[in-house]
């Protein structure tokens, strides 16, 4: 049975991956943050935007990070009263410069430790209509917190009601120690003794993560990884730029997705994980005839959970060497085996039966000092392919404003890379797809230097890949 001191669902403490957002910012200078673009056919309502900013700066964004005044215990959660204004643009955005519209909102500096932690900005468009980008900290908030958060505000907006309490908590809300933090003597003393409490259950955490680890015997290798055709890149003189991998979104018919997907013997997801293995193989990022191993997030959030970070993930090894008729080649024929091999990862995922080779370890590598959390990085890879199912949209985050939107983009930004740790990395393309309102938006990020790097690989990729499926394109 876990302890209060260690279950990060019954306490204000940061979770193992609270703590890995904050690491990847505080020790390797990397900020990941989340961001959505809503497109709306509406002219701009000021008004609007900011009675969304109050219903947000209620909720449950508005915490931040305090340190431990124990070694061992882990860091807490505590309000916060620091955020940005709203940024009310004037100058309508050419529809051409959407995306480079929202590539400069999504650059906003957020700081979890100190605040803010989130961001709203809005602008007009050449074609009447208006743009809203909403931008929140890893640190704080996963894909599921950032739609919460928003929900709650969306609806405090509506009534005219705070964000804050219970409908905060229904939609993924801070525990209620944030909301009403104690008095300052109070809070020392009290914080003294849980600290120690926690720093001896994270303690005893750690000794039996390591036993179990020792019996589990060490670690297999993830397909080698799919290492071996990207072996470390070599320095380069421009290893210390900033990075700006290109980033393509194209919206296509929700309806016609769900079609092509049933008449393959998949579902939307199994396609998302095809049409993004297809699109690495069509780039020369992925080799025809080998496994290609899919990331896929999974939300483990339930109705009032409190946590920041509530996703986990599982990992498919799709198969390419299914040989398709020639007018379908390049395609992943056996959808069905990528549905099957999905549900049994999820299976195993939800039911506890799955053997995660990471997690006792988690309590200890939470209590690591910063310098050998940098030391443990320096060899850290990227997925070859990330598929990220966003699903179908709530009503009420697809218009936020008030009107649907027209085309929402949902995507994950990671602030401060630079080109030699891109390189290092080795990662081969991020995706994020959602519906709404009979629209489908996908994503895709791409991470390979060479073969994804500019804009038009990417594009090129998708637009040949749709193609196949039948799946009409308009890109953003």
Avoid at 388 to 411: D, E, I
Wanted: net charge neutral.
């Amino acid at each position: 049975m876990t302890s209060p001191a260690t279950n990060p669902a019954a306490t204000n403490r940061l979770t193992y991956d609270d703590d890995l957002f904050l690491r990847t910012r505080r020790v390797l200078g990397v900020a990941v943050v989340n961001q959505t673009v809503w497109r709306l056919p509406a002219p701009l309502d000021g008004d609007a935007v900011h009675a969304l900013h109050r219903g947000l700066a209620n909720g449950p964004l508005q915490r931040v990070v305090r340190p431990s005044r124990l070694p061992g215990a882990r860091a807490r959660w505590s309000a916060s009263t620091v955020s940005l204004d709203p940024v009310v643009e004037t100058a309508p955005v050419p529809d051409d410069a959407v995306l480079a519209w929202a590539n400069r909102q999504a650059q906003v500096r957020l700081d979890p430790e100190n605040g803010p932690t989130w961001a709203l900005a809005a602008a007009p468009t050449a074609a009447g209509g208006s743009l809203l980008s909403y931008v929140t900290s890893h640190v704080v908030a996963d894909g599921g917190m950032h739609m919460g958060a928003l929900q709650a505000a969306v609806s405090a907006a509506a009534s005219g009601t705070s964000a804050d309490g219970a409908t905060a908590a229904d939609a993924g809300g801070p525990p209620s120690e944030v909301q009403r933090l104690p008095k300052e003597g109070e809070r020392i003393r009290t914080g003294l003794v849980a600290d120690l409490r926690d720093a001896t259950g994270q303690a005893w955490a750690a000794v039996g993560g390591v036993r179990q680890a020792v019996r589990q015997g060490p670690v297999p290798p993830l397909m080698a990884q799919q290492s071996a055709d990207r072996p470390r890149p070599e320095p380069r003189p421009d290893d210390a730029e900033l990075a700006d991998p290109p980033i393509v979104v194209v919206d296509t018919d929700a309806n016609t997705w769900h079609r092509a997907a049933h008449a393959a013997g998949g579902t939307a997801n199994s396609l998302l994980i095809a049409v993004c293995t297809e699109i690495l193989l069509a780039a020369g990022a992925a080799t025809a005839g080998m496994p290609v191993r899919v990331s896929v997030p999974v939300s483990l959030r339930g109705k009032g959970d409190l946590r920041s970070n509530a996703t986990s993930g599982v990992s498919i090894a799709v198969d390419t060497t299914v040989t398709p008729a020639p007018e379908r080649a390049g395609v992943v024929a056996d959808m069905a085996q990528i549905r099957a091999s999905a549900a049994a990862e999820f299976r195993g995922l939800t039911s506890g039966t799955r053997v995660d080779t990471l997690g006792p370890l988690k309590p200890l590598m939470q209590m690591v000092p910063d310098a050998v959390a940098k030391r443990a990085a320096r060899d850290a890879t990227a997925p070859l392919c990330l598929a990220s199912n966003l699903g179908r949209l709530p009503a009420a985050f697809a218009a936020p404003l008030g009107t649907p939107a027209a085309s929402v983009l949902m995507r994950g930004i990671t602030q401060g890379l630079t080109r030699g740790r891109l390189r290092q990395m080795r990662g081969g393309l991020d995706s994020w797809w959602s519906e709404h309102d009979g629209v489908a938006t996908l994503a895709v990020l791409g991470l390979d230097d060479e073969r994804l790097g500019e804009p038009a690989q990417v594009r090129a990729a998708i637009e040949s890949v749709f193609a196949r499926h039948g799946l009409p394109v308009r890109f953003w």
